[in-house]
Nanobody
Framework: QVQLVESGGGLVQAGGSLRLSCAASGFTFSSYSMGWFRQAPGKEREFVATVNYRGGTTSCADSVKSRFTISRDNAKNTVYLQLNSLKPEDTAVYSC????????????????WGQGTQVTVSS
């Protein structure tokens, strides 16, 4: 049974930091590229960051590129998203996703999804 379980969200002031984690089980984690997406109220889900299955290549959306960092630990079957210099517009539900093989940027490219964790940034 495939599971992706996010944690680490919460309420933080603007300029603060959070570290999100996504624990994976039920599939061969090291064969899957991982992504983080977010969805704000009334908006469509959008790409945030992705890391390839080996962990050597990453990509982030332009809106977060200088502030967020994605990483993974294949020994722990976990992917992380470090969020720094948070802004109120970063408020959203953040979800991790997995896709077999190379990394992609579209929501339809991913096979498995977690339930998400809420990040709220106050001004």
């Amino acid at each position: 049974q495939v599971q992706l379980v996010e944690s680490g969200g919460g309420l933080v002031q603007a300029g603060g930091s959070l570290r999100l984690s996504c624990a994976a089980s039920g599939f061969t984690f090291s064969s899957y590229s991982m992504g983080w997406f977010r969805q704000a109220p009334g908006k469509e889900r959008e790409f945030v960051a992705t890391v390839n299955y080996r962990g050597g290549t990453t990509s982030c959306a332009d809106s977060v590129k200088s502030r967020f960092t994605i990483s993974r630990d294949n020994a722990k079957n976990t992917v992380y998203l470090q969020l720094n210099s948070l802004k109120p517009e970063d408020t959203a539900v953040y979800s991790c996703a997995a896709r077999y093989g190379s990394m992609r940027f579209g929501t339809s490219d991913y096979d498995y999804w977690g339930q998400g964790t809420q990040v709220t940034v106050s001004s």
